[in-house]
């Protein structure tokens, strides 16, 4: 009886949380065919195209700008999961001089408000002649990810630790195999999850974008938001549908992509006992 009551407490919960998920999603299809929708009338007023044709028009250039975006984030959260892995390692595993300094130095980004960073960089990236540039803006969207990426894998290396590649180094292994066939399909999880929060925050990134990018960089975001802040309804559902699914899409190729390397250390593991 009392599995029952949970399993179905259970199942009301999966259903109100997927009901809060997907109901704004259908609210935003809806608006993105609507031109009028006035309160308190239950359907739309009057149905429209004027979002998608937009999307599509020639002089939009939304899908050039919208790979360049995905180009832009994926560099961006793959730098980060990488630098947030190796950051991870040395603050949990190693003591050195300066510790502490980095790990509070690490929440900076997000304790100080995004508009008082993104100009103090600024001036920064113009002494380095990196403004207005791509590699300008990656490098702040870097910045502005490390500390979500490198708390997530921080928490999860000190909760995995080291001692099975401790058991990997007395059998013989190097440490980068060590490391590459042991820790790191256990930390796949992490690193998935680090790469998503990147390409996330990176994607969605505005005013850091424009600032730093100068208008010279254009994100799908910068096309977004405008619209958004004007209040046009429907072009805004319209790109706004089109960052969910895109997003959506980038998350199920980084899923799969990730999911290969568990298999990795099951041939390795095989190798071992083998031998």
Same mark, same amino acid.
């Given at each position: 009886m009392h599995r029952g009551k949970g399993s179905y407490a259970l199942r009301f919960y999966l259903a109100l949380v997927l009901f809060v998920i997907l109901a704004p999603m259908v609210i935003l299809l809806f608006w993105t065919f609507t031109s009028r929708w006035p309160w308190p009338h239950l359907y739309p007023a009057t149905l429209s195209l004027r979002g998608i044709e937009e999307l599509f028009a020639p002089?939009? +250039?939304?899908? /050039?700008v919208l790979l360049s975006s995905i180009g832009l984030s994926l560099a961006v959260a793959f730098l980060s999961a990488i630098v947030a892995t190796m950051t991870a390692r040395a603050l949990v595993f190693y003591d050195f001089p300066g510790k502490r300094w980095i790990d509070l130095l690490g929440m900076a980004p997000i304790l100080v408000p995004s508009s &008082? %960073?993104?100009m103090g960089i600024h001036v920064v990236?113009? $002494? !380095?002649?990196?403004?207005?540039?791509?590699?300008? &803006?990656? =490098? &702040?969207?870097l910045i502005y990810t490390l500390p979500y990426t490198t708390n997530i894998m921080k928490d999860l290396t000190h909760s995995i630790g080291k001692q099975m590649e401790d058991q990997?180094?007395?059998?013989g292994v190097s440490p980068w195999k060590a490391f590459f066939h042991v820790s790191l399909p256990l930390i796949s999880p992490g690193i998935l999850a680090s790469i998503s929060m990147a390409y996330v925050v990176s994607f969605s990134q505005y005013f850091i974008t424009l600032l730093i990018g100068g208008g010279k960089v254009r994100t799908f975001?910068?096309?977004m938001v405008p619209f958004i802040g004007k209040g046009d $309804?429907? =072009?805004?559902?319209?790109?706004? =549908?089109? %960052? #969910?699914?895109?997003? =959506? #899409? &980038?998350? !199920?190729?980084?899923?799969? *992509? *990730? $999911?290969?390397? /568990?298999?990795? +250390? +099951?041939?390795?593991?095989s190798n071992w006992n083998s031998n």
């Open positions: 002089h939009a +250039k939304v899908l /050039p &008082v %960073f993104a990236l113009i $002494r !380095m002649s990196l403004a207005d540039t791509m590699s300008g &803006v990656i =490098l &702040v969207h990997a180094y007395v059998l975001s910068t096309l $309804r429907t =072009l805004g559902s319209a790109y706004g =549908l089109v %960052f #969910i699914l895109s997003t =959506l #899409i &980038v998350f !199920m190729v980084i899923n799969q *992509i *990730i $999911r290969l390397l /568990p298999y990795q +250390k +099951k041939g390795v593991d």
